[in-house]
């Protein structure tokens, strides 16, 4: 069994101030981790992945994550947060089990608010 | 616009009818993932394709669901007579399955927003 708990539902940065948006995950196998953004009326766009390669992972618009296995945790950072970036933000584990199908399990969504 | 593509994006019905929506995947991809979306939530796994073979069908809600793929190109979900409950984004995804990778990432389509009233 797989889950992802996002500690925030909702986020407020100032624009130019760091973003730091939590994941928890729970997953019996090894996982791949995931992050999504979903703009308003917009589909899903994968910012990054982790699959077992390097910990610390670089994905677009600057954003990164960090897997760290002792925490459970795949917390998304920006050093630096831009107007465009306001949107709802899902991490996601995937069970990459051969009879699992790549099945993605969705945390509950942060929804980043930035103010001018 | 090589992206996936669901038709409708929106669709208001009644209570009790029927409703069907389309999704076309990227054409190359041979898995088609349909999901769930209700407010304020993530997305929920509902069933998934891999050529015309449904592979996982457990997690679709209920037997008023269900989905094909009959050529192995584009899907269908219906959901029989429907439920105020029902009323969701539904998402559908499409990814590239080869053997020996790691992971295929999935590409998601803008959903369709059903309204039930």
């Known amino acids: 069994a797989q889950s992802v708990t996002q500690l925030d539902s909702h986020v407020s940065v100032s624009e130019g101030t760091p973003v730091l948006l939590r994941c928890n995950y729970s997953s019996s196998y090894s996982p791949s981790l995931f992050w999504y953004v979903q703009h308003p009326n917009k589909g899903l766009q994968l910012l990054l992945k982790y699959t077992s390669a390097a910990t610390l992972v670089k994905g677009i618009n600057g954003f990164e994550a960090e897997f760290k296995k002792s925490e459970t945790s795949f917390h998304l950072t920006k050093p630096s947060a831009h107007m465009s970036d306001a949107a709802e933000y899902f991490c996601?584990?995937?069970?990459?089990?051969?009879?699992?199908?790549?099945?993605?399990?969705f945390g509950g969504g942060t929804r980043l608010m930035v103010k001018p | 616009d090589t992206g996936v593509s669901q038709n409708p994006r929106h669709k208001i019905t009644k209570r009790g009818q029927n409703v069907t929506f389309r999704c076309d995947p990227i054409s190359e991809h041979n898995r088609l993932y349909w999901y769930r979306q209700t407010l304020g939530q993530g997305p929920e796994f509902l069933t998934y394709?891999?050529?015309?073979?449904?592979?996982?069908k457990s997690r679709l809600l209920s037997d008023r669901f269900s989905a094909e793929r009959p050529k192995g190109s584009f899907s269908t979900l219906e959901i029989q007579r429907t439920e105020q409950g029902d009323s969701a984004m539904y998402l559908c995804?499409?990814?590239?399955?080869?053997?020996?990778?790691?992971?295929?990432?999935?590409?998601f389509g803008p959903g369709t927003r059903l309204t039930v009233l």
């Open positions: 996601v584990v995937s069970d990459l089990r051969e009879n699992a199908g790549n099945m993605l399990t």
């Open positions: 995804a499409s990814s590239i399955e080869l053997a020996g990778r790691s992971y295929n990432e999935q590409f």
């Open positions: 394709f891999q050529n015309e073979a449904q592979l996982e």
